[in-house]
């Protein structure tokens, strides 16, 4: 079956742009996880949903960056005034429930 | 919060050989251990987990062990080949259900023919 999907693939942007990302998750998935990954780093956790609602958004590095699920299904994780630092490979992954965690491609994100 | 330590950051191996990569954690309730494969450009892939109620799982030619008083599991892969070449990630999250994975740094492991 599908597995998840993650647009763009890859996205410039200049410094104190606007970006969104977006996620669709495998069907039937309920939980859906954001991570951060940086050149030769693992990947660092920044939202997770469970279902429409945020569960645990602790992971967030401050309030330029907000995402959503409104319908329990695709998200979309907000940056606004992006700066160089915000520069990494964001990974999207969703899971049935069981603890696995199934990731997308990833959108590189690059802030000129 | 949990704090993951994962040693070594570079392994390389002959083909063939068994290639060990070792993980320690500090959160006692963390309960749930993933071993992440993750090749140059592509998504991480879920290869191996493992949880607090076990010590030992294997699958063909890659294991886990976990031994949970010393906060510790390791990934073992035995007969190695080229296309094991990769970066390797293990993590650990508190809850088997639904929880946040706190990520290693990574080991890169290079299996030369």
């Known amino acids: 079956g599908a597995g998840v999907s993650q647009t763009p693939s890859n996205k410039v942007t200049e410094k104190g742009k606007y970006v969104e990302l977006r996620c669709d998750p495998i069907s039937g998935h309920t939980a859906l996880y954001w991570y951060r990954q940086s050149l030769g780093q693992g990947p660092e956790f920044l939202i997770y949903f469970q279902g429409t609602g945020a569960a645990d958004d602790s992971g967030l590095p401050n309030d330029r960056f907000f995402a959503v699920r409104p319908e329990g299904s695709v998200s979309t994780l907000k940056i606004q005034r992006t700066e160089r630092g915000d520069s990494a490979v964001y990974l999207c992954?969703?899971?049935?429930?069981?603890?696995?965690?199934?990731f997308g491609p990833g959108t590189r994100l690059t802030v000129l | 919060g949990e704090n993951v330590e994962q040693h070594p950051s570079t392994l390389s191996v002959q083909e063939g050989d068994s290639a060990v990569i070792k993980c320690t954690y500090s959160d006692s309730a963390s309960n749930y251990f993933p071993w992440y494969k993750q090749e140059l450009g592509k998504r991480p892939q879920l290869i191996i987990d493992i949880r607090s109620n076990v010590g030992e799982k294997k699958d063909q030619r890659i294991a886990v062990t976990l031994n949970k008083t010393a906060k510790h599991f390791s990934l073992h892969i035995t007969e190695t080949q080229p296309e094991d070449s990769a970066v390797y990630f293990c993590?650990?999250?508190?809850?088997?259900?639904?929880?946040?994975?706190?990520f290693g740094k990574g080991t890169m492991l290079l299996v030369s023919p």
């Open positions: 992954a969703s899971s049935p429930g069981s603890g696995e965690q199934f």
């Open positions: 993590a650990a999250s508190w809850n088997s259900g639904y929880s946040t994975l706190t």
